[in-house]
């Protein structure tokens, strides 16, 4: 019988594409692929080690599958990812269960760990963060119809409060002969959506051509046939030029949506966040944004909480975010994080201080998109089929200004059967906080 391997891949879009690469190598191995932990022989877990929260999922969901090794159900235990690249010996120390504890510079030799691990080897092992593999065969593990497209891995923007450059290395932009051929291979493979992701696209191509290749990387991927929606996540306020706009703009395939993490407005915070800029930029920015695309939905995430933040900075951002009224917003609280500059600095807030200012943004962002989502009855719009809640007995999809996983839904009925990642036109009749309710007016034969 084959060797039966599982996958827990936490964390970010970013991770996932590298847990498609490792399943890739599985299958080519001869592996049989499961999908929960408990039915595999080998359970893989590639953590995220971003902040507090992912750290806490990654080491309950370890310590869930050791103790299906315990039971005997689980033979052997690979820890890899961030949070074993961030921690490394203090990992491995931590779980004497897993058989390997390894960096994410290990992941292109994952097979060759296995075999050391199938040979009863406790392997321990971190090799250079730029071992990671840019590029490789994959596995699409989303529904059918989308995919994540990586376009670069690590980070040089070296934000204050952030792990991330520390943990995956500086930024290494992807080849466009290599992020083209994936997207076409993507698209050969049934993805007619494809999401641009990496830890600051806008600087996509910096560091192989000296200037920033979004905007080209856009327009090549937008003459793929088979590709029907090209989102772009991850656009730093500060690199979002007039080319990247035009672009966006004149091209019908990239979807209408931005995520623009600006974290705060206040320009002494962002000063100690490292990110620069100030408030009047970033209305000016989405001043015209708006103005330059019409019916743009922008999308954000901000952190309360920063060490310093006063009173009157949060209700400066407050205030700000009541101002621009976007149509879709995350807020965190400020996690410190052992090994960032901003750890070290004076003025550190009170969790339940932090917490509760991201509590205010969050309600304020409910009544916004309550009426944001008013304002769409007796509308239309193109959904792409993600499924049939049995329960509500509908259907249910995304619209072009909803991202996977993050963003909204809609919930719709059809006279008529609808498959998996078919675009229908819906029509809107009722809202939910952050959903809306609808029904099919014209749909297009199933893909």
């Given at each position: 019988?084959?060797?039966?391997?599982?996958?827990?891949?936490?964390?970010?879009?970013?991770n996932?594409?590298?847990?498609?690469?490792?399943?890739?190598?599985?299958r080519?191995?001869?592996?049989?692929?499961?999908t929960?932990?408990g039915l595999?022989?080998?359970?893989?877990v590639?953590t995220?080690?971003?902040?507090?929260?992912a750290k806490?999922?990654?080491?309950?969901?370890?310590?869930e599958?050791c103790?299906?090794?315990?039971e005997?159900?689980?033979k052997?235990i690979?820890?890899?990812g961030c949070l074993?690249?961030?921690?490394?010996e203090?990992?491995?120390?931590l779980?004497?269960e897993?058989?390997?504890?390894v960096g994410?510079?290990?992941?292109?030799?994952?097979?060759?760990?296995?075999?050391?691990?199938?040979?009863?080897?406790?392997?321990?092992q971190?090799?250079?963060k730029?071992?990671?593999?840019?590029?490789?065969?994959?596995?699409?593990?989303?529904?059918?119809?989308?995919?994540?497209?990586?376009i670069a891995e690590g980070?040089s923007?070296?934000c204050s409060?952030?792990?991330?450059?520390?943990?995956?290395?500086?930024?290494?932009?992807?080849p466009?002969?290599?992020v083209l051929?994936?997207?076409?291979w993507?698209?050969?493979n049934g993805v007619t959506e494809?999401i641009?992701?990496?830890?600051d696209t806008?600087?996509?191509?910096?560091?192989?051509?000296?200037?920033?290749?979004?905007?080209?990387?856009?327009?090549e991927?937008?003459?793929?046939?088979k590709?029907?929606?090209?989102?772009?996540?991850?656009?730093?306020?500060e690199?979002?030029t007039?080319e990247?706009?035009?672009?966006i703009?004149?091209?019908?395939?990239?979807?209408?949506?931005?995520d623009?993490?600006?974290?705060?407005?206040?320009?002494?915070i962002?000063?100690?966040?490292?990110?620069g800029?100030?408030?009047?930029?970033l209305?000016?920015?989405?001043?015209?944004?708006?103005?330059?695309?019409p019916g743009?939905?922008?999308?954000?995430?901000?952190?309360?909480?920063?060490?310093?933040?006063?009173?009157?900075?949060?209700e400066?951002l407050a205030?700000?975010v009541?101002?621009?009224?976007?149509?879709?917003?995350?807020c965190?609280?400020?996690s410190?994080?052992e090994?960032?500059?901003a750890a070290?600095?004076?003025?550190?807030?009170?969790?339940?201080?932090?917490?509760?200012?991201a509590?205010?943004?969050?309600e304020?962002q409910q009544?916004?998109?309550e009426?944001?989502n008013?304002q769409?009855l007796g509308k239309s719009?193109?959904?792409?089929?993600?499924?049939f809640?049995?329960?509500g007995?509908?259907?249910?999809?995304?619209t072009a200004?909803?991202a996977p996983?993050?963003?909204?839904?809609v919930?719709?009925?059809?006279?008529?059967?609808?498959?998996?990642?078919q675009?229908?036109?819906?029509?809107?009749?009722?809202?939910?906080?952050?959903d809306l309710?609808?029904?099919?007016?014209?749909h297009?034969?199933?893909?």
């Amino acid at each position: 019988m084959p060797i039966k391997v599982g996958m827990v891949s936490l964390g970010c879009s970013k991770n996932l594409v590298d847990s498609e690469r490792m399943l890739s190598k599985f299958r080519k191995r001869g592996y049989q692929l499961v999908t929960e932990p408990g039915l595999s022989d080998i359970a893989v877990v590639n953590t995220c080690g971003f902040i507090q929260s992912a750290k806490e999922e990654a080491i309950e969901t370890i310590l869930e599958i050791c103790k299906l090794k315990e039971e005997g159900t689980v033979k052997k235990i690979i820890v890899t990812g961030c949070l074993s690249e961030r921690y490394r010996e203090e990992t491995a120390e931590l779980f004497p269960e897993a058989d390997a504890v390894v960096g994410i510079g290990c992941q292109e030799e994952i097979i060759d760990i296995i075999d050391r691990v199938l040979a009863n080897e406790r392997v321990v092992q971190f090799d250079k963060k730029t071992k990671l593999p840019l590029t490789g065969d994959r596995i699409i593990s989303t529904l059918p119809f989308f995919a994540y497209l990586k376009i670069a891995e690590g980070c040089s923007n070296c934000c204050s409060y952030c792990a991330i450059p520390g943990i995956r290395g500086p930024f290494r932009s992807v080849p466009m002969e290599d992020v083209l051929k994936e997207a076409g291979w993507l698209a050969d493979n049934g993805v007619t959506e494809v999401i641009v992701i990496a830890q600051d696209t806008t600087r996509y191509g910096e560091d192989l051509y000296g200037v920033s290749k979004l905007p080209e990387l856009l327009k090549e991927l937008c003459r793929i046939d088979k590709l029907r929606w090209i989102r772009v996540l991850y656009c730093y306020p500060e690199r979002i030029t007039d080319e990247l706009l035009d672009v966006i703009a004149g091209e019908p395939k990239i979807v209408k949506y931005m995520d623009i993490p600006i974290q705060h407005c206040c320009e002494e915070i962002l000063e100690k966040m490292n990110r620069g800029g100030n408030e009047r930029q970033l209305r000016e920015l989405m001043t015209k944004i708006r103005n330059k695309i019409p019916g743009m939905v922008i999308r954000t995430t901000l952190i309360t909480g920063f060490p310093g933040e006063t009173e009157q900075h949060f209700e400066q951002l407050a205030e700000f975010v009541k101002d621009m009224r976007f149509d879709r917003l995350g807020c965190f609280p400020y996690s410190q994080e052992e090994g960032t500059k901003a750890a070290g600095f004076e003025n550190q807030l009170e969790d339940d201080v932090k917490a509760h200012r991201a509590d205010i943004i969050m309600e304020q962002q409910q009544l916004i998109s309550e009426q944001k989502n008013a304002q769409q009855l007796g509308k239309s719009f193109e959904v792409v089929v993600e499924g049939f809640d049995k329960w509500g007995e509908c259907y249910f999809g995304r619209t072009a200004g909803d991202a996977p996983d993050i963003d909204g839904k809609v919930f719709f009925t059809s006279e008529s059967k609808l498959e998996l990642g078919q675009y229908v036109d819906i029509l809107v009749t009722d809202t939910l906080d952050y959903d809306l309710i609808g029904e099919v007016i014209a749909h297009e034969s199933a893909q």
